[in-house]
């Protein structure tokens, strides 16, 4: 893609995200969302996030592979094990960087 | 409480989060530069888009070359989950002029959410509480474009085989896990993310709408079982 092209994917990506953020903060006092709207989104993030994160740690070059051969594999489990213990964003991701530079240098 | 005393209040909360954003926004320059986007259209996208999990996310995805709509819905489904901190602030601003409405909206991250709502939760009735939002907002966001710029300009220094576009997958487990804190949340998590890598060999990751949809379901349901 152009850079000018790319440019305006920005702004289309860009409207969007700012149409969200403004939605409830622009309707407030005009509109109610239904209930179940409320209750799905809380889900969202939760489902999109780990939908994109769990290909990466269990696929290498589109095969399943949780063997040795795949480093991504075990630093990810860290990384899991240290985010729902300690609920540090920092901490989660140089814990997984730490365990996945080891593994390289190990395999 | 003054407008200043406010403004501060708001960067002062936001300061520790930025020791987490700010390697990740350096991180972001180096993969946007691997995905082959150009510098100049890497840096601009921090700002024309405002949204660190969702410009990885791009990046990666102009980098495989999937088509524009699809990109810009994959943007959307991950920055869904601002309408929830938009419904959470409404009633704060809704009083103010729309400037100001607009500048907190296009403010109004993850992280800035996080850090003013507290404050605001505790001040409600000040009519200075949106300046708390205001300075954890700017905060952010000054953060953000600096280590961007730091990262687009080492990116091309850096060699690509440091494993960094890692990154991206640490810091979505970073912002999941803490989010699990019920068996509805962990089925959505663990349903979308088992349809996600049954259907990773369709075109242009189209799996991941998929895979959602089939999280948000099995979500909304194991909620529905559990509160009967």
Sequence with gaps: MSQTALIL?????????????????????????????????????IAALTAITVPELLLVTGQFDVGTGNPRFWAGLVAIGVAARWKSTLLTIASGFVAFWLLQQLV | MTPSSAFWLGVRALLPMLLGVIPFGVIYGVVALQSG??????????????????????????GVGAPALLMVGAVGLINLRHALY??????????????????????????????????????????????????AGFALWFGWQLSTLAGVLLGAQLPADLGLDFALPLTFIAIVVPLIDSRARLAAALVAGAVAVLLVSMPYKTGLFVAVLAGLVAGAFMQRRGSR
């Design chain 1, 9 to 45: 994917l920005w702004i289309a990506c860009g409207a969007l995200t700012f149409a969200i953020r403004y939605s409830f903060i622009a309707l407030e006092g005009h509109y109610q969302p239904p209930s179940w709207f409320i209750r799905w989104l809380p889900f969202v993030p």
């Design chain 2, 86 to 135: 938009s419904a959470s602030v409404a009633p704060v601003l809704h009083a103010l002029p729309r400037r100001w409405k607009l500048l907190l909206a296009y403010l109004l991250t993850d992280e800035a959410y996080a850090a003013a709502i507290p404050h605001l939760l505790a001040e409600p009735r000040s009519p200075f509480a949106h300046w708390i939002l205001f300075g």
């Design chain 2, 37 to 62: 986007i150009p510098p100049l259209a890497a840096f601009l996208m921090s700002s024309v888009v405002f949204a660190g999990s969702a410009q990885f996310l791009l990046a990666q995805l102009v």
